[in-house]
Nanobody
């Protein structure tokens, strides 16, 4: 069992930066693949980024590639999402997730464990 807690969201102006954190408790991240998703009002939850914790392979949605970066701290069991050059359309609740089913595509929001989400608001 894994518990995920996101933090770091807030209000930022367009062009600004935020760093989201996802702290895990329960089991260690080394057992899981991890992802970040986001959901804006009235929209479906969408894929943002993925990391294979043990191997370190990362994938990003095209819309964030070059602006968002994943990193991890094994000792703290924490995953980070550095978000730069933020745009108003990046406004959403951002969710950390762990352990996609083996039969699932990592871009689908079908992970077994989810955090409560953290609000990111980008003003124009």
């Amino acid at each position: 069992q894994v518990q995920l807690v996101e933090s770091g969201g807030g209000l930022v102006q367009a062009g600004g930066s935020l760093r989201l954190s996802c702290a895990a408790s329960g089991r260690t991240f080394s057992h899981y693949h991890m992802g970040w998703f986001r959901q804006a009002p009235g929209k479906e939850r969408e894929f943002v980024a993925f990391i294979s914790w043990r191997v370190g392979v990362t994938y990003y949605a095209d819309s964030v590639k070059g602006r968002f970066t994943l990193s991890k701290d094994n000792a703290k069991n924490t995953l980070y999402l550095q978000m730069n050059s933020l745009k108003p359309e990046n406004t959403a609740v951002y969710y950390c997730a762990a352990d996609p089913p083996p039969s699932s595509n990592y871009r689908k929001p079908e992970y077994n464990y989810w955090g409560q989400g953290t609000q990111v608001t980008v003003s124009s």
